[in-house]
């Protein structure tokens, strides 16, 4: 059987987001697919499937009956010593929740993309990034991919960061369903050597692993103060991965030729009096328009969180520092807070700073409403107005006010 | 302290009292002819209705040795308890001893017989045509459960526990290339450790409720692709098998995952102070079943998990419990020779605790369950069934519930009702063995 | 370490059934306690038992070892031959040896076995008056056994039979007469008819019976003996053999604190008054089936208690069910057996068969068996005593009790095992 060999060497292709994920998980060689059918990931399995029936990949793959079997599948051949991917949306990463926990508290380097949906009640199948906003605090690395390249990279960067002997947590690499699952691009598709490469560093005999030879035990009951000795190495795991996930990206570069760019993409903020903050396709729409407002004389710039989970509290804090308002586009909603959730986690990242700004929340984009350009060009020209100290609600929502 | 070092209990001859053919002297015969003097008695009394034999047990404390004068009667290594014809003087004591009927003082020859199983090969056995008298490979289940224990003594569960003896006797059985599985419930005290101290030297995974079967099928398929054939073997309870964890379970069976899955049934949440689950047994009181004036115990009857099981088209399921080694170790065989498909052991494990029975009471409970049809042992091998232990004439239900508190508050009527319960489900799996004895 | 898993030093004085039952026990329960085992005699151990059929040639000495010198071996059991216990002392827990050295102990078993009674008579001639309860005993006979030699028997209970028997047997020309002061033989063991029946065995078999007389006096007569008899009459003889009876052989225990009635006083659990201290087999006097204290010099009972003893000196503690009567008699090829009583008490039915030689007899007391005896009738006597003991209801059954006895008493006795199991 031959394995993802890839002719010619290196190609673009257009490709959707699931396609574009479907092609770095046969490049990085898992030994075990476990897939559950849920839109809008659905195609990206489908796809893998395909590649298996081709005898492009070699891999088990695992039909299961739920989601939470799916993650359970993955983590069982991870803890054996193998390489593992699954992928979800919505309900079904709800579903898996108890073996999402068991998988970041095992600290088992698996991977699973989420194409980003809202979650219910009331039903929708459409896109929002509710679902890896209420897993965030689940002890996962989560990457958030803004293009179907950026899927690409961000899967073989999961799979570095996850294996990593010194980080060894469990990696998701999300992306909006819909607006990038089902929408094609031109993607650049790595050579499977360039791929092979860069993974060397990671994979089997780097951590320990089920075997009858050198036996362990896992998920072993805890007490006390090993349970916080857990959660500490925990805690310290994911700053590790945020350090790697900074410094990896020079790796990345000369492996494959281009950046995959590192926890937060800084867009036109050098000289930006506000600064917006997004994570997701939706600021692809936002850079559109800050180039917009820019021909007007509006000095605006962009942090793209890419690593929401462990989240980039310093660099966001350096990328604020000095500006005199910040705007926060989400597309999920935060009960209680009643902001969005990236809001939240910018709202504590302020406390750092030295001087107080006037920060505004815009919520739009839910359960695949649209986010037009007009609409982010308002958002960025509040935040302006904001800046200059004229008052307003803290948060906003796109479309219904 | 050392265990007493004695002669090894190995095979053994088994009649099944009382179930002889009218007019048959086939045993006591086959004896005469094949030992001068007949040492098996036949039974055959038809003036009372009663059809049966006896013959020596051979006693691993031997009433008959401990009289004799002449050190004619030896408990060899062996088992056997033997008798030296050149050594008998025929004083009669070992007779007077004896009140099991198992040494027969000779008039003739004015010297004791007794059997000495034909050296293994019983002619009493061969030419037994019902199969009442058979012979019973004890020894061989010394060898199956041959390995070392491999969990530590004294680990949290309750003495007496079922579950425990069957889960270190499975592990016996089974040897050391196997990783074990568990979810939370008693008998993870056994398959974990506590903080950073492990119970086994096995590779050990102890999972979720919801996901024992799906790890397992990740565990398997990786062990596989590493050209491995490790056994992957659960051992859970019925909270997590017949209950949350059911999916995951009916999933990996229907997948056909190459694995070991056994449920050790206390019929309820026990770990967590005796809730009832769904296969807790119509009638018992439990925490969340109680007994109170408008409402006594379970409303409802068991699932029947084994059988839903079965029904998955699995390669191997079959029910068993300690109390029956042989039969047990026999299905462990028989489930750990299925190396491409699903097996499913289902456990009867009782919970003196949580059924409210004496701390020694459990392998009793689990033996009556088995004679007063309430836990029928039975197999579906590659989806053909058998009863592997049957029960032609069960014991009256009462036997079975009386060693409970858990069913003291049933009436006559009540226990009458659980009885016709388990006939009807006994006689289901015959209709299963009758409909699917070959296919 | 706790006390109780300390290893222990078991003393077991007597080598003889119940001595090597509680080695067994001790051994099964805890088997990394020591055990001493003495014999006063310096033959490996041996039952009395076998003095008839020694005597008689259908065994020979090399086949008597009660057990295999291996087994002493094998497990914590020191075995001392030619080590006689002379005396105890409970409180520093210490008997003494013959040699004059002490040997310590945490659990002392008594189990000495009986010795022969010394029958009142006059003896002025000091003539040398035979034992027949040990092998020593055998050996004093058997060199003063010449051809056609005449032997007197004092006593026609169990071992002065078996002793004429054995005589018979042994052939040679040897003359053989049993005095004794009862009108029958074997008194305690029979009703009249059937020690009328044994009596007249013996007789067509040449032993001279004199029921009903005692032997009153013992003198030289030329150059052998002369008994004189309660009637008169003189008894001539080359040997005389008493066997009037056996009773515990305690006397080195004289001094010792011991409560001593017709043996060694014990309970169920065959402790004797002293802490630590425990009798089996012929010397103790324990409880019967029904209670009542005895001593009862057979084999089972000895085997019976001797394990009991063992278990409790093991630390477990364990009651004897009581010592039930029982015997099989073998004289000259014909077999009686007797369980239970023997006697029939005026509340009690009786109930009997006969065929040509075969009978058997049983006694109910209410629906209970509480006696059964047969002659020349395959018989289980284990299970028949199974059902005296446990008080089986066989009343119902008696027909068939008395037409298939090993059948009849087995199918009872087992489904009435099965109940209390
Ligand atoms: C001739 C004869 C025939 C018999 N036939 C039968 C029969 O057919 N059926 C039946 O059931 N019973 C029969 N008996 C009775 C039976 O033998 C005894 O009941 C039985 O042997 C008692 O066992 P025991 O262990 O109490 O004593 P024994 O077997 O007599 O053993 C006593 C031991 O104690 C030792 N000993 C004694 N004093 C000391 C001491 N001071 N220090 C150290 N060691 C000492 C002796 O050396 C011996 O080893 C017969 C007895 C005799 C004599």
Redesign the interface.
């Given at each position: 059987m031959t394995t993802g060999a890839l002719r010619p060497a290196a190609d673009v292709r257009v490709m959707d987001g699931n396609k574009a994920a479907a092609w770095a998980v046969l490049l990085c060689r898992p030994d075990l697919l476990a897939s559950y059918p849920i839109s809008p990931q659905t195609p990206l399995l489908e796809q893998l499937y395909k590649f298996r029936a081709e005898g492009r990949l070699d891999a088990e793959t695992v039909e299961v009956e739920g989601e939470n079997s799916a993650l359970s599948a993955a983590v069982g051949a991870v803890t054996a010593g193998g390489r593992a991917f699954t992928a979800t949306s919505s309900m079904g990463l709800m579903f898996m929740y108890d073996a999402y926990l068991y998988a970041s508290g095992q600290r088992v380097p698996v991977v699973m993309s989420v194409a980003t949906r809202e979650q219910c009640a009331p039903h929708t199948v459409s896109s929002g990034q509710q679902d890896i906003m209420m897993v965030k605090e689940g002890g996962w690395v989560q990457l958030v991919a803004e293009s179907c390249q950026e899927i690409l990279d961000s899967i073989l960067v999961a799979y570095r960061l996850a294996e990593d002997p010194n980080v060894q947590l469990p990696v998701n690499v999300c992306y909006d369903g819909y607006y990038l699952s089902h929408l094609s691009e031109p993607v650049g598709v790595p050579t499977q050597e360039a791929v092979d490469r860069f993974l060397a560093a990671v994979g089997v005999g780097k951590r320990p692993v089920l075997s009858t030879e050198a036996p362990l035990s896992f998920g072993a009951f805890v007490l006390g103060e090993l349970y916080a000795e857990y959660r500490y190495k925990h805690c310290q795991a994911m700053q590790r991965a945020l350090d790697l996930a900074e410094s990896l990206d020079g790796e990345f570069q000369a492996a494959f030729g281009r950046a995959w760019g590192g926890s937060i993409e800084a867009y036109r903020t050098e000289d930006a009096e506000v600064l917006l903050v997004g994570t997701g396709s939706a600021c692809g729409t936002l850079k559109v328009a800050i180039d917009h407002l820019r021909q007007e004389g509006v000095r605006a710039g962009l942090a793209r969180i890419r690593m929401f989970r462990p989240f980039p509290r310093r660099r966001l804090a350096e990328l604020m520092r000095g500006r005199r308002a910040v705007g926060v586009l989400d597309r999920s909603v935060c009960f209680g807070w009643n902001s969005g959730h990236l809001y939240v986690d910018v709202r504590a990242t302020a406390a750092d700073l030295e001087a107080r700004m006037p920060l505004v929340n815009f919520i739009g984009g839910l359960a695949g409403a649209d986010i037009r350009r007009e609409m982010l060009e308002d958002a960025v020209r509040t935040t302006v107005a904001r800046g200059r100290g004229e008052p307003g609600p803290e948060v906003v929502w796109l479309g219904l006010e | 302290m050392a265990t007493a070092a004695l002669p090894v209990l190995r095979d053994t001859l088994a009649i099944d009292f009382g179930a002889c053919p009218p007019g048959c002297r086939a045993c006591a015969e086959a004896c005469a002819r094949a030992r001068t003097v007949g040492r098996i008695t036949a039974l055959d009394l038809p003036e009372v209705a009663f059809h049966g034999a006896v013959t020596c047990g051979q006693c691993g404390e031997p009433a008959c040795r401990d009289a004799c004068p002449t050190g004619a009667i030896v408990k060899e290594d062996a088992g056997v308890v033997r008798l030296s014809e050149t050594r008998c003087v025929g004083c009669g004591a070992c007779a007077i001893a004896c009140v099991w009927g198992g040494i027969t003082y000779d008039l003739g020859r004015g010297r004791a017989a007794k059997c000495d199983t034909c050296d293994g090969r019983p002619a009493c056995v061969e030419a037994c045509p019902t199969g009442t008298l058979s012979w019973v490979e004890t020894s061989s289940l010394a060898r199956r459960f041959r390995h070392p224990d491999p969990f530590t003594p004294g680990v949290g569960l309750c003495p007496g526990c079922a579950a425990e003896l069957a889960f270190r006797l499975t592990f016996r059985l089974i040897g050391e290339d196997v990783v074990v599985f568990g979810a939370p419930g008693c008998a993870v005290m056994l398959v974990t450790g506590l903080n950073a101290s492990a119970t086994t030297r096995l590779p050990a995974v102890t999972g979720l409720m919801t996901n024992v079967p799906s790890l397992m099928t990740g565990v398997v398929r990786q062990l596989r692709r590493q050209g491995r054939r490790t056994r992957c073997v659960a051992f859970v309870g019925d909270g997590t098998t017949a209950d949350v964890g059911f999916q995951a379970l009916s999933g990996a069976a229907e997948r056909g995952e190459p694995v070991l899955y056994i449920c050790y049934d206390n019929e309820g949440y026990m770990n967590t102070g005796v809730q009832r689950s769904s296969t807790t047994q119509q009638g018992a009181r439990t925490m969340t079943t109680p007994v109170g004036s408008e409402r006594s115990g379970k409303a409802q009857a068991a699932k029947d998990v084994p059988l839903l099981m079965a029904f998955h088209g699995v390669a191997y399921v079959a029910t068993a419990n300690v109390a029956f080694l042989e039969d047990f170790a026999a299905k462990l065989e028989r489930a750990l020779a299925v190396e491409d498909g699903f097996a499913y052991l289902h456990l009867y494990s009782p919970c003196h605790v949580g059924w409210g029975a004496p701390m020694d009471s459990a392998l009793e409970i689990a033996r009556r369950a088995v004679e007063t049809r309430v836990y029928p042992l039975w197999e579906a091998d590659h989806g053909r069934f058998r009863i592997t232990h049957p029960v032609a004439r069960p014991r009256p239900i009462d036997d079975f519930v009386e060693l409970m508190g858990r069913f003291r508050h049933l009436g006559p009527a009540e226990r009458a009702a659980l009885g016709r319960a388990a006939d009807e489900r006994y006689r289901r799996i015959e209709a299963l063995c009758a409909a699917f004895a070959d296919v | 370490m706790s006390a109780v898993?300390r290893a222990r030093h078991h003393v077991i004085v007597g080598a003889g059934?119940a001595g090597?039952?509680a080695v067994?026990?001790i051994?099964?329960?805890c088997?990394?306690d020591a055990v001493t085992l003495l014999s006063a005699e310096p033959d490996p151990p041996?039952?009395?038992?076998?003095l008839p059929?020694l005597l008689a040639g259908?065994?020979d000495e090399t086949?008597?070892?009660?057990?295999?010198e291996a087994f002493f071996a094998?497990?914590r059991c020191r075995l001392r031959l030619g080590a006689a216990v002379t005396a105890l002392d409970a409180e520093r827990r210490q008997v003494r040896l013959g040699d004059g050295a002490a040997l310590g102990y945490d659990t002392l078993l008594l189990a000495s076995g009986s010795e022969s009674l010394r029958p009142a008579l006059e003896n002025p001639d000091g003539v040398e008056l035979l034992a027949f309860t040990r092998l020593g005993d055998l050996r004093a006979l058997r060199a003063r056994l010449h051809d056609g030699a005449r032997v007197a028997v004092l006593g026609a209970g169990l071992i002065g039979m078996e002793l004429a028997e054995a005589l018979v047997h042994r052939g040679r020309g040897i003359h053989v007469a049993v005095i004794e002061q009862e009108r029958q033989v074997l008194p305690r063991s029979f009703d009249a008819e059937l020690a009328g029946e044994i009596a007249a065995l013996f007789e067509s078999r040449g032993v001279a019976l004199r029921l009903g007389r005692r032997a009153t006096a013992l003198e030289r007569a030329g150059r052998g003996v002369a008994l004189t008899l309660s009637d008169g009459r003189r008894e001539p003889a080359d040997v005389v053999v008493a066997c009037v009876g056996v009773g515990p052989r305690a006397g080195f225990l004289a001094g010792s604190g011991l409560a001593v009635g017709r043996g060694v006083l014990v309970d169920r659990r065959m402790v004797t008054n002293l802490p630590d201290v425990y009798a089996a087999g012929d010397v103790a006097e324990g409880p019967s089936a029904d209670g009542t204290p005895g001593v009862h010099p057979?084999?089972?009972t000895?085997?019976?208690q001797?394990?009991v003893a063992g278990l409790n000196m093991a630390g477990r503690p364990v009651e004897h069910e009581g010592w039930l009567p029982?015997?099989?008699f073998?004289f000259f090829?014909r077999?009686a057996?007797t369980?239970g009583a023997t006697e029939i008490r005026p509340e009690w039915a009786s109930l009997a068969r006969t065929r040509g030689r075969a009978r058997g007899r049983l006694l109910f007391a209410g629906a209970r068996l509480v006696g059964a005896s047969f002659v020349?009738?395959?018989?289980?006597?284990?299970?028949l005593?199974?059902l005296i003991r446990q008080g089986v209801p066989a009343r119902e059954?008696a027909?068939?009790l008395l037409a298939?006895p090993?059948?009849?008493?087995?199918?009872l006795?087992?489904l009435s095992?099965?109940e209390v199991a």
């Amino acid at each position: 059987m031959t394995t993802g060999a890839l002719r010619p060497a290196a190609d673009v292709r257009v490709m959707d987001g699931n396609k574009a994920a479907a092609w770095a998980v046969l490049l990085c060689r898992p030994d075990l697919l476990a897939s559950y059918p849920i839109s809008p990931q659905t195609p990206l399995l489908e796809q893998l499937y395909k590649f298996r029936a081709e005898g492009r990949l070699d891999a088990e793959t695992v039909e299961v009956e739920g989601e939470n079997s799916a993650l359970s599948a993955a983590v069982g051949a991870v803890t054996a010593g193998g390489r593992a991917f699954t992928a979800t949306s919505s309900m079904g990463l709800m579903f898996m929740y108890d073996a999402y926990l068991y998988a970041s508290g095992q600290r088992v380097p698996v991977v699973m993309s989420v194409a980003t949906r809202e979650q219910c009640a009331p039903h929708t199948v459409s896109s929002g990034q509710q679902d890896i906003m209420m897993v965030k605090e689940g002890g996962w690395v989560q990457l958030v991919a803004e293009s179907c390249q950026e899927i690409l990279d961000s899967i073989l960067v999961a799979y570095r960061l996850a294996e990593d002997p010194n980080v060894q947590l469990p990696v998701n690499v999300c992306y909006d369903g819909y607006y990038l699952s089902h929408l094609s691009e031109p993607v650049g598709v790595p050579t499977q050597e360039a791929v092979d490469r860069f993974l060397a560093a990671v994979g089997v005999g780097k951590r320990p692993v089920l075997s009858t030879e050198a036996p362990l035990s896992f998920g072993a009951f805890v007490l006390g103060e090993l349970y916080a000795e857990y959660r500490y190495k925990h805690c310290q795991a994911m700053q590790r991965a945020l350090d790697l996930a900074e410094s990896l990206d020079g790796e990345f570069q000369a492996a494959f030729g281009r950046a995959w760019g590192g926890s937060i993409e800084a867009y036109r903020t050098e000289d930006a009096e506000v600064l917006l903050v997004g994570t997701g396709s939706a600021c692809g729409t936002l850079k559109v328009a800050i180039d917009h407002l820019r021909q007007e004389g509006v000095r605006a710039g962009l942090a793209r969180i890419r690593m929401f989970r462990p989240f980039p509290r310093r660099r966001l804090a350096e990328l604020m520092r000095g500006r005199r308002a910040v705007g926060v586009l989400d597309r999920s909603v935060c009960f209680g807070w009643n902001s969005g959730h990236l809001y939240v986690d910018v709202r504590a990242t302020a406390a750092d700073l030295e001087a107080r700004m006037p920060l505004v929340n815009f919520i739009g984009g839910l359960a695949g409403a649209d986010i037009r350009r007009e609409m982010l060009e308002d958002a960025v020209r509040t935040t302006v107005a904001r800046g200059r100290g004229e008052p307003g609600p803290e948060v906003v929502w796109l479309g219904l006010e | 302290m050392a265990t007493a070092a004695l002669p090894v209990l190995r095979d053994t001859l088994a009649i099944d009292f009382g179930a002889c053919p009218p007019g048959c002297r086939a045993c006591a015969e086959a004896c005469a002819r094949a030992r001068t003097v007949g040492r098996i008695t036949a039974l055959d009394l038809p003036e009372v209705a009663f059809h049966g034999a006896v013959t020596c047990g051979q006693c691993g404390e031997p009433a008959c040795r401990d009289a004799c004068p002449t050190g004619a009667i030896v408990k060899e290594d062996a088992g056997v308890v033997r008798l030296s014809e050149t050594r008998c003087v025929g004083c009669g004591a070992c007779a007077i001893a004896c009140v099991w009927g198992g040494i027969t003082y000779d008039l003739g020859r004015g010297r004791a017989a007794k059997c000495d199983t034909c050296d293994g090969r019983p002619a009493c056995v061969e030419a037994c045509p019902t199969g009442t008298l058979s012979w019973v490979e004890t020894s061989s289940l010394a060898r199956r459960f041959r390995h070392p224990d491999p969990f530590t003594p004294g680990v949290g569960l309750c003495p007496g526990c079922a579950a425990e003896l069957a889960f270190r006797l499975t592990f016996r059985l089974i040897g050391e290339d196997v990783v074990v599985f568990g979810a939370p419930g008693c008998a993870v005290m056994l398959v974990t450790g506590l903080n950073a101290s492990a119970t086994t030297r096995l590779p050990a995974v102890t999972g979720l409720m919801t996901n024992v079967p799906s790890l397992m099928t990740g565990v398997v398929r990786q062990l596989r692709r590493q050209g491995r054939r490790t056994r992957c073997v659960a051992f859970v309870g019925d909270g997590t098998t017949a209950d949350v964890g059911f999916q995951a379970l009916s999933g990996a069976a229907e997948r056909g995952e190459p694995v070991l899955y056994i449920c050790y049934d206390n019929e309820g949440y026990m770990n967590t102070g005796v809730q009832r689950s769904s296969t807790t047994q119509q009638g018992a009181r439990t925490m969340t079943t109680p007994v109170g004036s408008e409402r006594s115990g379970k409303a409802q009857a068991a699932k029947d998990v084994p059988l839903l099981m079965a029904f998955h088209g699995v390669a191997y399921v079959a029910t068993a419990n300690v109390a029956f080694l042989e039969d047990f170790a026999a299905k462990l065989e028989r489930a750990l020779a299925v190396e491409d498909g699903f097996a499913y052991l289902h456990l009867y494990s009782p919970c003196h605790v949580g059924w409210g029975a004496p701390m020694d009471s459990a392998l009793e409970i689990a033996r009556r369950a088995v004679e007063t049809r309430v836990y029928p042992l039975w197999e579906a091998d590659h989806g053909r069934f058998r009863i592997t232990h049957p029960v032609a004439r069960p014991r009256p239900i009462d036997d079975f519930v009386e060693l409970m508190g858990r069913f003291r508050h049933l009436g006559p009527a009540e226990r009458a009702a659980l009885g016709r319960a388990a006939d009807e489900r006994y006689r289901r799996i015959e209709a299963l063995c009758a409909a699917f004895a070959d296919v | 370490m706790s006390a109780v898993a300390r290893a222990r030093h078991h003393v077991i004085v007597g080598a003889g059934t119940a001595g090597l039952s509680a080695v067994e026990a001790i051994r099964r329960a805890c088997p990394d306690d020591a055990v001493t085992l003495l014999s006063a005699e310096p033959d490996p151990p041996y039952s009395p038992t076998v003095l008839p059929h020694l005597l008689a040639g259908r065994i020979d000495e090399t086949r008597i070892a009660l057990r295999p010198e291996a087994f002493f071996a094998r497990g914590r059991c020191r075995l001392r031959l030619g080590a006689a216990v002379t005396a105890l002392d409970a409180e520093r827990r210490q008997v003494r040896l013959g040699d004059g050295a002490a040997l310590g102990y945490d659990t002392l078993l008594l189990a000495s076995g009986s010795e022969s009674l010394r029958p009142a008579l006059e003896n002025p001639d000091g003539v040398e008056l035979l034992a027949f309860t040990r092998l020593g005993d055998l050996r004093a006979l058997r060199a003063r056994l010449h051809d056609g030699a005449r032997v007197a028997v004092l006593g026609a209970g169990l071992i002065g039979m078996e002793l004429a028997e054995a005589l018979v047997h042994r052939g040679r020309g040897i003359h053989v007469a049993v005095i004794e002061q009862e009108r029958q033989v074997l008194p305690r063991s029979f009703d009249a008819e059937l020690a009328g029946e044994i009596a007249a065995l013996f007789e067509s078999r040449g032993v001279a019976l004199r029921l009903g007389r005692r032997a009153t006096a013992l003198e030289r007569a030329g150059r052998g003996v002369a008994l004189t008899l309660s009637d008169g009459r003189r008894e001539p003889a080359d040997v005389v053999v008493a066997c009037v009876g056996v009773g515990p052989r305690a006397g080195f225990l004289a001094g010792s604190g011991l409560a001593v009635g017709r043996g060694v006083l014990v309970d169920r659990r065959m402790v004797t008054n002293l802490p630590d201290v425990y009798a089996a087999g012929d010397v103790a006097e324990g409880p019967s089936a029904d209670g009542t204290p005895g001593v009862h010099p057979v084999l089972p009972t000895a085997a019976g208690q001797g394990r009991v003893a063992g278990l409790n000196m093991a630390g477990r503690p364990v009651e004897h069910e009581g010592w039930l009567p029982a015997n099989a008699f073998n004289f000259f090829g014909r077999v009686a057996v007797t369980v239970g009583a023997t006697e029939i008490r005026p509340e009690w039915a009786s109930l009997a068969r006969t065929r040509g030689r075969a009978r058997g007899r049983l006694l109910f007391a209410g629906a209970r068996l509480v006696g059964a005896s047969f002659v020349e009738v395959p018989v289980d006597p284990g299970a028949l005593g199974w059902l005296i003991r446990q008080g089986v209801p066989a009343r119902e059954h008696a027909e068939l009790l008395l037409a298939r006895p090993v059948e009849g008493a087995r199918w009872l006795a087992a489904l009435s095992q099965r109940e209390v199991a």
